[in-house]
């Protein structure tokens, strides 16, 4: 069962738990606002949006749903995906991506999507097809309160855009 949403999700929720190495990538890239000023929800029980209209995007996802939302800190979140690769993910994939408390950035760097994709117990190649995806992640007790946004550009080896997914106002309370 694979899925590059979940994985992406991950990588848009893993930092919240640990400290990460920091190293700039180009936000000229990133969408953060849809030129023609609408929204586009990820279907399911998230707070996902992609970052543009996804017609054009390398990723279909069904649905994306987490247990619980919003997220807990100390608590086990579960992940829940559903979609379609609509071609092959290879070596050299990366994920921009940033991680804001606020107006405060915690985190702004471009890593390397197949390694990350350990995290979800996958590897790279992913061949284009239907993907599945259950995870739970142990978020940690020391997520500070308040307010988070984050997101997450992906692109193939060849700088393609695979999918933009970004959330806005996650908030943690005590």
């Given amino acids: 069962m694979r899925f ?6 991950l990588v848009l929720t893993a ?39 996804p017609e ?3 990723l279909e996802i069904e649905s994306v749903d987490l247990a619980p939302n919003p997220p807990l800190p100390g608590k086990k ?31 702004k760097q471009t890593v390397n999507l197949c390694d990350e994709l350990k995290n979800v117990d996958l590897e790279c190649p992913l061949e284009k097809g239907e993907m599945i995806l259950k995870k739970e992640v142990d978020l940690p007790k020391q997520i500070p309160p308040g307010k988070y946004s984050v997101l997450a550009d992906v692109y193939n080896k060849e700088q393609k855009q695979v999918t933009c997914l970004k959330a806005d106002d996650i908030v943690f309370h005590f």
């Fill in 4 to 9: 590059l949403s979940a994985a992406s999700l």
């Fill in 15 to 53: 930092p919240l738990a640990n400290a990460a190495a920091f190293s700039i990538f180009d936000p000229t890239q990133v969408s953060l606002k849809p030129t023609d000023n609408k929204e586009y929800p990820v279907k399911g029980d998230n707070p996902l949006q992609f970052c543009a209209n």
């Fill in 77 to 107: 979140l579960t992940i829940s995906a559903k979609g379609t690769l609509l071609e092959r993910i290879e070596k050299g994939a990366t994920v921009n991506l940033e991680v804001k408390w606020g107006l405060i950035t915690l985190i």
């Fill in 56 to 58: 054009s995007y390398k």
